[in-house]
């Protein structure tokens, strides 16, 4: 267990947003994508599916087929779209493509009230609604669709930068790691703090019971290693047709380990997860790029403890063991 102290100086980049008292860390839960891996560029990708589908509507066939119709569209511009890949980090796939979805509603005259209010909180980062006045075929209609979507997006992930990225990364991890993330998780597993990968990508699972799937392959091309006693305890993350917000992956781990909130530390460049961690109890930690100005007056806006670039320096920070 290790001591989080913000009151001495901070080192150079370093901000300190929302001020706390020293506090006992045991268990630290990190994002992934964006926050420890460079592996991912998906704005681009999430701009263009989210923006092809506002604009044009849901497309139909299979996810391949969806990705394909959606690929057609790679050379034009998507501005708002844009703005919301930035405004929603985080979020889940899923709640992203209802976005997309609902936007879309606007285009067949199946739009309404109730709709733009939900339009409007997903920009607020809210993910699950009151769906009173919405019918269950309609609503099935939208799970299904938003499941096809996030698979052709997952798709186009991977072939446009994610797979050539991956096999870079595999040949020099370093390079594709924020800088100090692995000495920084080397650091808290030495003085016995517990590290947790929290993630809105899909974790699967094999016979065995040991996680796959393509972000489970990013995290092993970058050294970082699952399972119990290893750098990394535990890799926890969402489904493919059932939305899990961020939030309630921390509390169903909270609740299977036995963990205490006020003991954790969370760690990410999403909004969901600062916004969890704020509301479970926890000291939050924004891994934000100093260019990323928007995204840090989000995360000001959420209250979060501590803005940093990277890793480096971060264990000055921890001034006692326990």
Request: glycine share 8%.
């Amino acid at each position: 267990m290790l001591k989080i102290n913000p009151t001495q100086t901070l080192p150079p980049g370093f901000e300190l947003v929302t001020p706390f008292a020293p506090r006992q860390i045991s268990c630290v839960f990190h994002d992934i994508d964006g926050t420890h891996s460079k592996i991912r560029e998906w704005v681009p990708v999430m701009t263009l599916v989210t923006g092809s589908v506002a604009a044009y509507g849901m497309f139909t066939g299979t996810p391949l087929e969806i990705a394909a119709e959606i690929r057609r569209h790679r050379d034009e511009s998507f501005p708002e779209a844009h703005r919301f890949a930035i405004e929603s980090a985080g979020l889940s796939a899923l709640t992203q493509m209802e976005w997309a979805l609902r936007m879309a509603r606007r285009l067949n005259g199946n739009n309404n009230a109730l709709n733009e209010e939900i339009i409007d909180a997903i920009w607020k980062g809210n993910e699950i609604f009151d769906h009173a006045g919405e019918s269950a075929e309609d609503l099935l209609l939208l799970k299904e669709q938003a499941s096809a979507l996030f698979k052709a997006y997952e798709i186009l992930l991977l072939e446009m930068g994610r797979d050539q990225n991956l096999a870079a990364a595999r040949k020099n991890p370093e390079e594709w790691r924020i800088p100090g993330s692995m000495d920084f998780l080397q650091f808290l597993k030495d003085n016995g703090v517990e590290n947790y990968f929290v993630t809105g990508a899909v974790v699967e699972y094999d016979s065995s019971g040991s996680p796959k799937g393509t972000m489970y392959e990013e995290i092993k091309a970058l050294e970082f290693h699952v399972g119990s006693g290893r750098l990394i305890e535990g890799f926890c993350g969402s489904t493919w047709d059932v939305k899990l917000p961020k939030i309630e992956i921390m509390r169903q781990l909270i609740h299977k380990k036995g963990l205490s909130p006020e003991q954790i530390l969370v760690i990410g460049d999403g909004r969901s997860e600062i916004f969890a961690g704020k509301e479970l109890g926890c000291i939050t930690v924004s891994r934000l790029d100093i260019q990323a100005g928007r995204a840090r007056e989000i995360h000001r806006q959420l209250k979060t403890n501590l803005i940093v670039p990277d890793f480096r320096q971060f264990d000055q920070l921890f001034l006692s063991k326990n």
